[in-house]
């Protein structure tokens, strides 16, 4: 469990609290989750029984626990935050503690993005008349740039999976299973300093043309390109995420001919990052080069996803997409061309939109890497 206090400033809440306010919402209710940590630095177990950290617009914030889980809250880092960890019984209603808790007339609460249903559907119930929406409206903007600390954490777990990336060598072999391949990879991830194995892609020959392709009994054979798509969690909850293309002996030429132009197209997009550059036009830096090539039908999804204390957050890069980048914004660049029923190739490294320029977590040489049969 992370005590890395930097990573939890205690003005968080006060400064969500007032997000809320702005956004029009009387209340945020936060479940156990991303939300949940990056506000308090509680790790909690979703469970059945409702755990919920309510931040009032106006008044001060509670964490409402079950009674069992109560020592747990306490010993994580939201007790540095001075606020009521409140317990409830087997035998209470959670959601009534917590309305009764609230003024009346509540005209609209923010509920976290990834709440359970049963769990909106029974503070529905606590609380008629109150409208519910989206909490990530309001966190989104919060959690999207990203303080030197939870940069410096992203580094870490760059760096950690920067470690795994330069074992497969020794890992992928013809003959060897990309399930194989793939235990020896999550070992890896665990030993190399997560805490948490969150994916394993080992996508050989045609298994590589497609993009979220996982691990399969699939026999790795001499002249297969492999995509290696690996990433974890670490222990103070950052996300690493890492895309590295290999080819078990010589490439076959087609490969070898796009994978070039997929290297010149992820190169240009890492150089452009910076911040007033849009998320659609960092998207078209790559996808140009890559439709100029002839590959364009081929690359067949956005550019990258933001990074934090989730694998998949904002900002995404993509095409249609206005935002416009901000120091502090972390995100992956990982264009890719996948030719159905052939292979396939990606090179990702998550990036930090920096003063003036984008700054890699990731350091691993983006040459395809070859391994002997």
Request: one cysteine or more; aromatic letters at 6%; a negative charge.
């Amino acid at each position: 469990m992370s005590h890395n206090t930097d990573l939890y400033p205690t003005d968080r809440l006060a400064a969500a609290a007032k997000a809320a306010a702005e956004a029009g919402l009387d209340a945020l209710l936060i479940s156990p989750g991303a939300d949940l940590r990056y506000l308090t630095g509680y790790e909690a177990l979703p469970l059945e029984r409702l755990t919920c950290l309510v931040v009032p617009a106006d008044g001060d914030a509670f964490l409402v626990v079950p009674g069992l889980e109560k020592p747990a809250a306490e010993a994580s880092p939201a007790a540095r935050l001075g606020i009521d960890i409140a317990g409830w019984a087997e035998t209470d209603d959670p959601y009534a503690l917590i309305a009764g808790r609230l003024p009346g007339g509540l005209a609209k609460v923010g509920v976290d993005n990834h709440m359970w249903a049963e769990k909106l559907l029974a503070f529905r119930r606590a609380m008629p008349g109150t409208e519910q929406s989206l909490a990530g409206d309001v966190l989104r903007e919060m959690r999207m740039r990203k303080t030197p600390a939870e940069i410096e954490a992203l580094r870490e777990a760059g760096a950690a999976i920067d470690r795994v990336h330069a074992q497969v060598g020794t890992w992928l072999r013809a003959g060897r299973t990309e399930r194989e391949v793939g235990r020896d990879i999550a070992d890896a991830i665990i030993a190399e300093g997560h805490v948490r194995v969150d994916f394993v892609i080992v996508a050989s020959g045609p298994n590589g043309a497609s993009p979220h392709h996982e691990v399969s009994d699939r026999v790795i054979r001499p002249g297969d390109p492999v995509v290696v798509d690996i990433g974890g969690t670490t222990h103070d909850g950052y996300c690493s995420d890492e895309t590295r293309t290999y080819c078990v002996s010589e490439p076959p030429a087609d490969f070898a001919a796009y994978y070039a132009v997929l290297q010149r197209a992820q190169q240009a997009q890492r150089d452009a990052v910076r911040p007033g550059i849009t998320a659609e036009q960092l998207d078209s830096v790559g996808r140009d080069i890559i439709a100029d090539a002839g590959y364009g039908e081929y690359f067949v999804h956005r550019t990258g996803h933001g990074i934090g204390l989730e694998t998949h957050e904002e900002p995404y890069i993509v095409a249609g997409s206005p935002l416009v980048l901000e120091p502090g914004m972390a995100f992956s660049i990982e264009p890719g061309i996948y030719l159905p029923g052939k292979h396939g190739a990606r090179i990702e490294d998550i990036v930090v939109c920096g003063a003036d320029a984008g700054e890699p977590v990731n350091h691993r040489p983006h040459d395809l890497a070859v391994v002997d049969a």
